[in-house]
């Protein structure tokens, strides 16, 4: 298949919306869909998805890139399956009119034209590591972003955990699958008289029921041991190399590490349960899940985390990204610091799991303002602020009275200082107890490190008016999560695997600032028509 750019939509006399009554065509345009039509259908590049198709220009062409993508944004936006979304493009004109496909006698869509695209955008990333979806989102973010002149320099940063689409497991499910997954693998493949006969219940339509459901609690650990060792058996009868490239034998190898120890007489056993690893697998049918416990709740699935950029009048999600749900906070952060290019100063507003010294030191660095709720980790007493060290943290330079130590000591393992003061200064020093001076035969010693100085100088930051607006301001992205999970059912993704998860979501992410966009092109038509006739 080619790819060609949809550059002409031309009406004709049977152009639908043509055809409709002037009344019908005032509802049209009083609709979303003439916003979609003017502002989200022509900012969309196709080009950017002709690596997708092939270059033999004598190949059938392409349905319009522009088509496909702005009607799985309004597949978002409506909530519709995929089916529902082709009716619906078939059959209601202001879907036809959103799309700038009302000429067409027949609708270029068919009941697979969505799913393959998404598969085309799959197969890519898988290939390549490019997301264009994500470049896509930023270029239409940009367009709106000009509608709303939303050139604000404020961003706000928060993640949610999204559901994978896969039911939880129990080990015992979990490695008995697998092992059934690859000697039914054998079986189909016609090998089936490599399998010893110990291990042909596996191909029986009951066994699963048997061995799983009608598993008593004391007999749970002799099954598991059980199991282990059958699929211990069946990695040895996949040892050739061709095998070593098919999912089956891979997910067999990957439980096997991740379930089993090895034993001193050469066979294999059960991990301790409290060694078993978040991302560990979940479910054979989506390997990329991990676990994760978050505020007291446990989650199977993936961590979505949210960019939001913040105008007076308005905002814009301007970044969406999704991972594993081992994926910290933390690493979110510093992941777009790092990868921030331009020079021009940025406040990033977030929750304390953003913080850090490290991240604080980073964002100082690339002019941006990192403003968080609160700090994670240990109180630091303010008194350490006050304390002064060399560039690299090595040397103690001053207390908070002024007075230099007689010698500091640094432990690079806990990057830690002992710095000694003399005794008349700290015995009847007001900071004594705060600093935690600890009496010496000669001296007083005080533990001190340059990130505790760091730490308590950013809580009296934190203390300033200036940054009690910026924390309060960071209350508002609450609910963007909120809104991803009632209006557009972001734990109820019909999909597995993390790359497939992630184009759903990138599509919900872009319906979502199309709603945006058009609610304040709204207030603005509203605010016009209330304006009054001077004259």
Known sequence: MSFKPNNCQRMTLHDSYLNLTPRVQKIVQNSWCKDFAEIVFPAINEERFSVLYDDNPASRPNTPVNFIIGALILKENGNLSDDELLEAICCDVRYQYALHSTQCKEQPVSDRTFSRFRERIYNYALKTGHDLLDEEMEGLTQTYSEYMNLHSNIKRMDSLMVASHCKSMSRLEIIYKVTANAIKLIDRLGLRDLLAQDLLHYLEEEDFNETIYYCKSEDVEPRLQKVIREAEAVKRLMAE???????????????????????EDGGVVPKDKKAITPDSLQNPSDPDATFRSKAGKSHKGYVVNVNETVGEEGSLITGIRTEQNTYSDSQFCKDYINQKN???????????????????????????????????????????????????????LSCPKGHAPIKTTHYPKKDTCRALFAKNLCENCPNRDACKAKPQRKNFAVHVSKRMMQRAQYRDKLSTEEY?????????????????????????????????TRTFIQFKAMAYNFVKVRHYLQRHRDNCALQPVIG
């Open 241 to 263: 190399d061709v095998w070593h490239e098919m999912p089956e034998y891979q997910l067999l190898i990957r439980v096997l590490y991740e379930q089993a120890d090895r034993a």
């Open 468 to 500: 009690r607006k910026l924390t309060h301001m960071r209350n508002a992205i609450e609910g963007i999560p909120s809104v991803l999970r009632r209006k557009y059912h972001i734990d109820d993704i019909p999909t597995y695997g993390l790359i497939r």
């Open 342 to 396: 331009n020079v021009d100063p940025e406040t990033m507003i977030a929750d304390g799991a953003y913080g850090g010294v490290e991240n604080q030191n980073l964002a100082e660095d690339k002019n941006i303002k990192l403003v968080t709720t609160s700090l994670s980790g240990p109180e630091a007493d303010p008194i350490f602020a006050q304390f002064t060290f060399n560039e690299e943290g090595t040397q103690v």
